[in-house]
Each structure stands twice: as C-alpha cells, then as structure tokens.
C-alpha cells in the first residue's frame, strides 16, 4: 500500500516534477481547498456504504456543490500524483483511465 502525502496531493506535485504546480515553500502550510472538510467527509461516508450519511452531510454543507468540487480536486489531484509516481504523463492518465475504467492508485 502507498502512503500519499496530503501535502504533496494537496499542492499538486513533489519535489523535482515537471507538473508547475510544485512550486511552494517546504515550511509554508499547503493551501486549505475550499470545501476540504465537506469533501472529506462525504468520502469517508461513501467509503463506508452510508448512503444516509453522505446524504447528510451533503443537506447540512452550506453549499454542497463546493464539497462537490473539493472532491472533484481532490481526486484530480490524486490521480496526478498516482501518475507522477509511475511515470505516466499526466495528460495521458485520463485517457488510460476512461479506456479501463479503472484508476492507477
């Protein structure tokens, strides 16, 4: 099992990649997505099978689609990484992915 760094998914790279998006201060808090906490949360309720409780916590969010988007971040970021980790270009990982149905984590 791989261990991802929140902070290296969060800020969209590591170390010596090619993707832009690396350039940040090691010592500087990655920035906070909007809609973290909801997205994480609906996650953890769809990763157990709660559909009652994903439910919930998508009635209660101020704005749900936020949530929505933060995962939608959060799993293109993700997949990027998983990407970068194997050395699949990034702009070729989403074709991979909608070919097999399957994603690279």
Known sequence: MTVLDIGVVASGGCEGCACAGCDRDD?????????FDTAISMAEAAGCGNVTWWNT????????????YA???????????????????AADVWTAIRRSGRLPL
């Not at 010592?27 to 809609?35: K, N, T, V």
């Not at 916590?57 to 929505?68: L, N, T, W």
């Not at 799993?75 to 998983?82: D, E, H, K, N, V």
């Open 27 to 35: 010592d500087a808090e990655p920035p906070r997505i909007a809609g």
């Open 57 to 68: 916590i998508r009635a209660h969010a101020d704005d749900p689609s936020v949530g929505e």
């Open 71 to 89: 995962a939608s971040v959060l799993l293109a970021r993700l997949i990027r990484s998983s990407a970068h980790r194997l050395g699949i270009p």
